[in-house]
């Protein structure tokens, strides 16, 4: 199941025609249609293949690379996205020859950091409109075509620009990455962060441990004393303490909790056989503040679930569009019968079948060493009436509550 890709520029989409590995001691090199031309940007391309400045090495273990196009890239770095995908499918020989038949196609622009996180890039709706004859080719071909953005506020083309596309979520997918993970997952291919960085990092901080029980050699023996009075007065220090710490931090413990939580979104789609009876899971991948935009063509459901790693607490979550207020999510039944929970608790968001606006929400988890009923309920009291919710206004009233709040937005784009 060959994959063919495609880097969007302004001028067109340029095909990745090939690639193929090259000596070690030579530059890697961008070559046009199979000829012996080098285009403007094989010095760049070098040094995102090479390390220390590079990726390409450190990810699939070689320092040098031929990349063919269909036609010449000259300047810029939103092909650096589509180059990484390439190389990522040639790795596992999943790349498409431009002689070969595919069901499955990838049309990228984005800019590569070191940590493989998609940076943004201008001129998206450009390239899209320039790229309208080959989306109604694939389209025409029954071809399935996967397109990938930069994620963020701002890139993410207008519902009617994509309808103009016919971006429809079936043959036609339009998506936001915050790093190439996502695309690493939807093609279940080899993850290209190799394991010797989270060696290197566990080293590290074992090497940065301080072994504070380790016994002074110089140090004088213990004064021996009462065992038994020293046991007590040491527990009832340690308490007092324990009050005093609490009381004086409470505001930190409550960060240290915001730490422990963790707000996942899934998708759940149609499955190809079975559709929403047994759909597929996917999960999404949080870029800061925002979750990546979903395609509602396709969508069943979604879970919202929230992860404690941390204490045992009393946790609740639900969903709010931005636009008016109105609550997608709120589980009322499962609030009043709410206990102190630690691990992966989660919710089912059923989307109504004819949505035929895109939605920007809000969701929010909100975790307490109290039950959350009441403040909750008064924030919902809040929540409802002709004006727009005041999220701020809201958020800080529970945080006077000493209850933990994260948030992230998610998009529903039809």
Not at 56 to 81: C, E, F, K, V
Not at 320 to 325: E, F, K, P, T, Y
Not at 348 to 371: C, E, F, G
């Amino acid at each position: 199941m060959s994959i063919r890709v495609y880097i969007a520029t302004t001028e067109g989409p340029v095909e990745v025609q090939r690639i193929t590995r090259e000596d070690p001691d030579v530059r890697s090199v961008v070559c046009e249609n199979g000829t012996a031309k080098a285009l403007p940007i094989s010095r760049a391309y070098d040094s995102f293949v090479k390390e220390p400045t590079g990726v390409i090495q450190r990810s699939y273990d070689h320092p040098s690379y031929r990349m063919d196009l269909s036609a010449p890239i000259t300047d810029g770095n939103s092909w650096q996205l589509g180059a990484f995908a390439a190389h990522a499918l040639f790795a596992e020989d999943l790349l498409a020859k431009p002689e070969e038949t595919v069901e499955n196609a990838i049309w990228l622009t984005g800019e590569l950091d070191r940590d493989l996180n998609v940076r943004p890039v201008n001129h998206i709706k450009e390239k899209l409109l320039a790229s309208q004859e080959i989306f109604e080719k694939l389209r025409a071909d029954n071809v399935r075509l996967f397109c990938f953005i930069p994620g963020g506020a701002g890139l993410v083309p207008d519902d009617e620009f994509l309808e103009n596309l016919h971006v429809d979520g079936e043959l036609l997918h339009l998506e936001s990455l915050p790093n190439i993970q996502r695309i690493i997952q939807r093609f279940n291919l080899n993850d290209p962060l190799p394991d010797e960085l989270e060696e290197e990092d566990e080293e590290e901080s074992a090497e940065q441990e301080i072994d504070l029980y380790k016994p002074d050699p110089n140090a004088p023996p213990p004064i021996k004393d009462n065992r038994f009075a020293k046991i007590i007065a040491l527990v009832v220090c340690l308490f007092a303490l324990g009050i005093g710490l609490y009381l004086q931090f409470e505001d930190n413990i409550i960060a240290l909790r915001a730490g422990s939580l963790k707000l996942g979104i899934s998708e759940l789609r149609a499955n190809a056989n079975q559709g929403c009876q047994a759909p597929d899971t996917i999960p999404l991948m949080r870029d800061g503040q925002s979750f990546p935009s979903s395609s509602l063509n396709g969508l069943c459901a979604l879970e919202i679930s929230v992860n404690n790693i941390g204490a045992p607490a009393y946790m609740w979550a639900f969903a709010q569009r931005l636009s008016d207020g109105h609550f997608l999510l709120a589980d009322r039944e499962g609030l009043m019968q709410a206990q102190m929970q630690k691990g992966l608790i989660g919710w089912r968001m059923i989307l109504p079948k004819n949505i035929h606006n895109s939605i920007d929400y809000r969701v929010v988890a909100l975790a307490s060493s109290s039950p959350l009923s009441e403040a909750v309920n008064r924030m919902l009291r809040t929540s409802f009436g002709a004006k727009k919710p005041d999220w701020e206004k809201i958020k800080a009233q529970l945080v006077d509550e000493k209850i933990t709040v994260i948030s992230a937005h998610h998009s529903l784009l039809r």
